[in-house]
T-cell receptor, first 113, second 111 residues
Framework: GDSVTQMEGPVTLSEEAFLTINCTYT??????LFWYVQYPGEGLQLLLKATKADDKGSNKGFEATYRKETTSFHLEKGSVQVSDSAVYFCALSKNFGNEKLTFGTGTRLTIIP | DGGITQSPKYLFRKEGQNVTLSCEQN?????MYWYRQDPGQGLRLIYYSQIVNDFQKGDIAEGYSVSREKKESFPLTVTSAQKNPTAFYLC??????????FGPGTRLTVL
């Protein structure tokens, strides 16, 4: 079946450091890929997405590129802030139109001043 | 403002009791979902509904039940058959695209 494997946490970085959170997937066909973020005590928010190979999703300084050859969708940010502290989830969807998401286990990120 | 509401935010249940979690959306979305979140396990799909009066089991449906009598409402009942119900429950909805919108969650604790 479909699956998503992401970098285990927790990850702790200093403010202004470079961030990479690895995500790889296993799926047949051409899934859409997502990064969601969860702040403490809240639900999930979509951070960015990519729907086909070589697409780059970006939002709030975060970026991720859909790499079909390596089945990866790594999340990056050039300079993190304390406010980026949260849990980040990589996910995939097989089809448009009300299809369920398959999530990774999440990576907890803490940024220290 | 449009969005998804879940209530209550915290819920305590005694062993052997059924309990119902509320999920309401005013986004006019057709599809709704229930996920369970446990530490270190990410989110797992319990049930989903693509249209009113229809729903499908997800990956971990045992011990749970749902109904979808109205487009805006998708309540989840955690029954006494669920062996380990303590978890954070998240409801989501989507309109036929790929993005799902999540509610703030309900934390259920079995005493």
């Amino acid at each position: 079946g479909d699956s998503v494997t992401q970098m285990e946490g927790p990850v702790t970085l200093s403010e202004e450091a470079f961030l990479t959170i690895n995500c790889t997937y296993t799926a047949t066909g051409y899934p859409s890929l997502f990064w969601y973020v969860q702040y403490p005590g809240e639900g999930l928010q979509l951070l960015l997405k990519a729907t086909k190979a070589d697409d780059k999703g970006s939002n709030k300084g975060f970026e991720a590129t859909y790499r079909k050859e390596t089945t990866s969708f790594h999340l990056e940010k050039g300079s993190v802030q304390v406010s980026d502290s949260a849990v980040y989830f990589c996910a995939l969807s097989k089809n448009f139109g009300n299809e369920k998401l398959t999530f990774g286990t999440g990576t907890r990120l803490t940024i220290i001043p | 403002d449009g969005g998804i509401t879940q209530s209550p935010k915290y819920l305590f249940r005694k062993e052997g009791q059924n309990v119902t979690l509320s999920c309401e959306q005013n986004l006019n979305h057709d599809a709704m979902y229930w996920y369970r979140q446990d530490p270190g396990q990410g989110l797992r799909l319990i049930y989903y509904s693509q249209i009113v009066n229809d729903f499908q089991k997800g990956d971990i449906a045992e011990g749970y039940s749902v109904s979808r009598e109205k487009k805006e409402s998708f309540p989840l009942t955690v029954t006494s058959a669920q062996k380990n119900p303590t978890a954070f429950y998240l409801c989501a909805s989507s309109i036929g695209g790929d993005e799902q919108f999540f509610g703030p969650g309900t934390r259920l604790t079995v005493l």
